[in-house]
């Protein structure tokens, strides 16, 4: 699907955190930040309608070829993603849309569902070389199904390479307890950029 870290769960909050984030509430006259409008790929961005969704970004001390290539090289993803233990790419030669590959991530227990492992089946849909790529697809594991839309974008800019990701998830399960599943996410993200970056930079050396 996404990519998710579709992964929806892939990272286990604490489910006193959960709760927290679940009842907090915007202080009395604290102002409300505009969110920044959704990332594309040829005009085309994640689900408008999903409850659960999150974004992030870093800089990478690396070309863009090298960013690049450790991202659309999906078949060497288990080199240098702690969380990915199978992978296989489902069609042959260059990725573009219509790209498809099967792989699969750990899911720890949580509050509404057992440990698990995702089974994910991602399709490109839309792909500009060198600037973003956008996938789709299910996550299904047990007692879990999950739509995701992933989007990434890479921009040159001073020190490197300006790599922004959003997605959302749909599904009854994560749908449950949206601060809780949102808070996954987020935390996938984070960490799929994290090794991202290691990888690359340490590749550049």
């Known amino acids: 699907m996404f990519r998710t870290r579709t992964a929806a769960a892939l990272l286990t909050l604490p489910l006193a955190a959960a709760t927290l984030l679940a ?8 102002a409300t930040a505009r969110p920044a409008p959704s990332l594309t790929c040829q005009g085309k961005g994640v689900d408008a ?20 290539k450790l991202q659309t090289d999906v078949e060497r993803w288990p080199d240098w993603q702690t969380h990915v233990t199978s992978m296989d790419r ?3 030669g260059p990725f573009r849309p219509g790209s498809a590959f099967r792989w699969t991530t750990p899911v720890p227990p949580n509050p509404a569902t057992p440990a ?9 849909r839309q792909t500009e070389r060198g600037s973003c790529i956008r996938w789709t697809g299910p996550a299904v594991g047990e007692g879990l199904h999950i739509d995701g ?17 959003e ?6 399960q994560v749908e449950a307890d949206v601060p809780y599943a949102t808070a996954i ?21």
């Open 185 to 205: 996410l987020q935390q996938g993200l984070e960490a799929w950029l994290d090794e991202l970056k290691t990888a690359a930079e340490a590749r550049s050396c």
């Open 167 to 172: 997605e959302t998830h749909t599904g009854e």
């Open 49 to 68: 309608e999903a409850l659960v969704r999150a974004r992030t970004e870093t800089v990478i001390d690396a070309p863009l070829s090298t960013v690049w």
């Open 116 to 124: 698990t492992s995702l089974d994910i089946t991602s399709t490109v």
């Open 90 to 92: 489902l069609d042959h």
């Open 149 to 165: 839309v992933h989007v990434w974008t890479f921009q040159k800019v001073r020190g490197g390479v300006l790599v922004r990701t």
């Open 23 to 30: 009842t907090a509430a915007t202080p009395a006259g604290a």
